[in-house]
């Protein structure tokens, strides 16, 4: 085995040329004619060009390596076939060592799961064990009934707080049908327009001027509700002869249809203002003259077109 | 290495050269084949090109020798090969002297300087040890298996666990240390062999695809 060594050691010094002449031509002589020491010299330039793809020699080797034994193209080719060999070595060891050491980490659970067995345990450490599952279990079970209870407080809770939503948005909803119901009365009501002086469903309202027809705006005929039980007419004039007044309705042949006595007039921006309360049902669909006129005289102080329309 | 010699080794005189050997031709054929691989080791030790061509003058020169009649001692047979290879040697030295010119003389032909096609192989190194490891891996699964796994175990570890495990390898196979070595260096020609071929069909099929490669 030493003269393997020493063969090995020598052969190297040789195929980096650090041999004297002399040095060179007994070894070149031996494995010219020994088959033996031919192969230890295969050998030994093997061992040689793995050292350097793997960065191993020395400095002075290195120096040596490349400055006289890399002169020969062929083991310019030896050397890269070892460069290639040595990483493709790599890699197979590498995928190897990957799965092993998987398996090293499962043999690491299993002895660690295996100490978990009380089986395996010494009797002390069993009764410590055991105490300390106890205190721990009663601990656990106080810290369960603890939480339980406070989850159960919170559930109430939670449910009071849903409740209350629930109540609020229902008052949400209502308010908000009832902004929706006035808010589609207010556009029914715009659509169609109440006759300016009607002051509710039963008793229809009129302001007349003597000679103009007033209270429908653009329309000719003063619209009377069917529900309507009394019309209320608002009559104004210029006259301060008579104290009281008379309100005479004909119809257009001229025929009175109605008579009352109104009593004193009112005076009102300047001028005078006189009302009455006709019986709707005296109305048609018709033209009617209503007349101021002085009470106990046939003087017509002013006089008034009334056109209705009945619906 | 024509220019060294005009004389062709012919059958007869290869016979007296085996012979010398040794009486039985196989095994003067093994001897013959250490003399030359050792005789070739010297001329690429020594830094000579090409050096199979100089093992060969050699040998046809000792041949043509023992035709012209020259007695030579059977103990001494290698070492009489070994002394023609110096000669050889010394020679090839003086020649390539001779031959030396300066670079900047040489035709266009005879430059030195590597050839484009050669520098770009089109593939980068990082490629060209891909397509080293695949064809490496090729080979190795070539091996038979038992092989395989030997050479994989030789180069199993690194520093003192890879000569532990080298020990271990050979104990396991029953041979000397020495043996193994030499075992893998024959399983590692191989793999040479296999991997210059695999490369070279992988740089052929590189170029049947990319007429690039077609100058």
């Known amino acids: 085995m030493k003269q393997v060594e020493e063969n090995d050691d020598l052969l190297t010094r040789y195929l980096l040329g650090d041999l004297s002449e002399e040095e060179q031509e007994r070894v070149e002589e031996r494995y010219i004619s ?13 061992d040689l060009i793995d050292s350097y793809a793997e960065k191993a020699l020395t400095p002075q080797q290195l120096v040596s390596f490349e400055k006289y034994f890399l002169r020969s193209p062929e083991r310019q080719n030896r050397v890269a076939f070892a460069e290639a060999w040595m990483a493709y070595v790599s890699h197979q060891w590498a995928a190897a060592k990957a799965p092993a050491a ?33 205190v721990v279990g009663g601990w656990l079970t106080f810290e369960v009934f603890r939480l339980r209870t406070q989850v159960q407080r919170a559930e109430a809770q939670r449910a009071a707080l849903q409740k ?34 009607q002051v509710s469903s039963e008793i229809v ?44 309705i004909t119809n257009v042949e001229g ?33 009617y003259i209503v007349n101021v006129i002085g009470t106990d005289s046939s003087d017509k102080v002013a006089r008034y077109a009334f056109s209705v329309l009945r619906k | 290495m024509s220019q060294i010699s005009k004389w062709d080794l012919d059958q007869e005189t290869f016979g007296k050269l085996l012979a010398m050997f040794d009486s039985d031709i196989n095994v003067a054929g093994e001897k013959y084949e250490c003399v030359r691989c050792g005789i070739v080791k010297y001329f690429e030790c020594r830094g000579c090109l090409p050096a199979l061509d100089l093992a060969d003058e050699t040998i046809n020169r000792v041949a043509r020798k023992l035709g012209e009649g020259a007695e030579i001692q059977h103990g001494s047979f290698s070492s009489y090969f070994y002394g023609v290879a110096r000669n050889v040697f010394h020679e090839h030295l003086r020649r390539v002297d001779r031959n030396l010119a300066p ?34 891996d090729a080979c190795t699964e070539s091996l038979p298996e038992g092989t395989r796994k030997m050479i994989l175990s030789y180069y199993e570890g690194k520093e003192r666990a890879r000569i532990e495990n080298r020990k271990r390898l050979a104990e396991t196979l029953g041979v000397p240390m020495n043996s193994l070595r030499i075992r893998v260096h024959r399983i590692r020609e191989k793999l040479e062999g296999c991997l210059i071929n695999c490369l070279a069909r992988s740089v052929t099929g590189l170029k049947q695809n990319h007429p690039h490669y077609h100058s």
């Open chain 1, 205 to 248: 309202s009129f302001f007349l001027t003597p000679g103009l027809v007033r209270g429908t705006g653009e329309a000719k005929r003063n619209v009377i509700p069917a529900s309507a039980r009394d019309v209320n007419l608002q009559l104004s004039f210029n006259d301060e002869q008579y104290e009281r007044y008379d309100v005479v």
């Open chain 1, 102 to 134: 998987a398996k090293k980490t499962t043999d690491t659970k299993r002895s660690l799961f295996e100490f978990l067995r009380p089986a395996a345990w010494p009797l002390a450490l069993r009764v410590g064990a055991a105490a300390l599952l106890i």
């Open chain 1, 164 to 197: 209350q939503n629930e109540d609020l948005e229902q008052q949400i909803y209502a308010e908000k049908n009832r902004s929706l119901e006035l808010a589609e009365k207010l556009e029914q009501e715009r659509i169609q327009p109440v006759p300016p002086n």
């Open chain 1, 255 to 287: 025929r009175e249809i109605w008579r009352k006595d109104a009593g004193k007039p009112q005076s009102r921006n300047g001028g005078k203002t006189i009302a009455v309360r006709v019986p709707a049902a005296l109305f048609k669909t018709n033209d």
């Open chain 1, 34 to 46: 020994d088959r033996g020491f031919y192969d230890q010299l295969l050998a030994a330039e093997d």
């Open chain 2, 103 to 136: 670079v900047e003389i040489l035709l266009p032909h005879q430059h030195p300087s590597v050839r484009p096609f050669e520098m770009h192989e089109g593939r980068s190194d990082q490629v060209d040890l891909e397509a080293k490891l695949a064809c490496l």
